[in-house]
């Protein structure tokens, strides 16, 4: 069984460097781990590809096809397949004061990252230190260099279902495959991630997603849809937006309900201090003008001027009023009474 383009396989490969024999990548645990090149964060085994999608290296991708599945194969990738031709331009020269500055003595062999002023970081390695003079190449370090892979397809997907599996494997190797719901159809694909939401981080099945995408179209489905969706992914929480909404909407007839109040508690108040000063102030008066020994003639008078004006608008004024006109009732009064007195003495005396 021949691999063509947009094939989904499995595959494992070695990557050494033909002039040194250096094992510079491998899919094999145990070769990795002889070779020094081991990581615990690696994952191990034949790694699912498509085809030509560049998965791989550019010039090992184009050299899998017309290959069986089972055999092994030794493929030759030169330089500028590869990691590229060694460019001049590339090794660049500082002084030793540059390094010190930053804390750091150079040595030949020693990697080190340089940030340009654009922004972008190079990694290179220190190539001579001497006369205050320090040369850097930043080259990849397998550039100009042919690298020999060997290579087994161990499988060939056939069934679409595990084709998708394979490539959610690939570009979310942690992400259990089992948890996914995948349906297909003959030009259309639906992935759901929706059980692995409380395990798998958000940014992590936002990135998958977005290459997921290109690798599911590339092998010849035209609709690719997710669930949840990249823009869903993206969408700050609910509940959040939820209450700051209600705040919002809350906050301001709350306000607007207090001031309310406020004014009503106010309002009362102010009515029914002026009523009870002047009643206060009023019964006092009245009470002192009864008890003062008065005329009928007067006691009328005045009961008719109270008749006369409504009591709720009765003020200080009409009280005023009320005690001249007394006082004057009362002089005239006392004026007859010592009249009378004078009269009744001259008749004795007659």
Do not use: C, W
């Amino acid at each position: 069984m021949k691999v063509q383009k947009g094939d989904v396989i499995r595959l494992h490969y070695t990557g050494k460097v033909k002039e040194t024999g250096e094992i510079f990548d491998t899919t094999f645990e145990d070769v990795a781990k002889e070779a020094g090149i081991y990581s615990e964060k690696g994952i191990y085994g034949p790694v699912p590809i498509a085809v030509g999608a560049g998965h791989v290296l550019g010039g090992l991708d184009e050299q899998l096809e017309g290959l069986e599945v089972g055999e092994k194969y030794e493929i030759i990738v030169p330089p500028e397949k590869g990691f590229g031709k060694r460019d001049p331009k590339l090794i660049k020269t500082f002084t030793l004061g540059q390094f010190r500055r930053q804390g750091i003595y150079p040595f030949p062999g020693m990697p080190v990252e340089i940030e340009t002023e654009s922004g972008r970081k190079l990694k290179g390695k220190v190539m001579t230190v001497s006369g205050g003079r320090v040369r850097v190449d930043f080259n990849h370090p397998y550039a100009g260099k042919h690298l020999v892979y060997e290579v087994e397809i161990v499988e060939k997907i056939e069934d679409p279902i595990e084709k998708v599996k394979a490539l959610i494997e690939l570009r979310m190797p942690m992400v259990d495959t089992e948890k996914v719901i995948i349906e297909v159809g003959e030009k259309d694909v639906t992935v759901d991630f929706g059980q692995l939401l409380n395990e798998v981080d958000k940014n992590t099945l936002v990135l998958g997603e977005i290459l997921l995408e290109s690798d599911l179209k590339f092998i010849g489905y035209e609709e690719v849809t997710f669930k949840p969706s990249v823009d869903e992914l993206l969408k700050p929480p609910e509940e959040e937006k939820e209450v700051v909404e209600l705040e919002e909407e809350v906050s301001e007839p709350l306000v607007e309900k207090a001031e309310e109040k406020e004014e009503a508690e106010e309002k009362p108040e102010e009515v029914k201090e002026e009523p009870e000063a002047e009643k206060v102030e009023e019964k006092p008066e009245e009470v002192t003008e009864e008890k003062t020994e008065e005329p009928k003639e007067t006691k009328e008078a005045g009961e008719a001027e109270k008749e006369k004006k409504p009591k709720r608008k009765t003020t200080r004024k009409s009280t005023k009023g009320r005690k001249t006109r007394r006082t004057t009732t009362k002089k005239t009064t006392s004026k007859k009474k010592a009249k009378a007195a004078e009269e009744a003495g001259e008749k004795k005396e007659e």
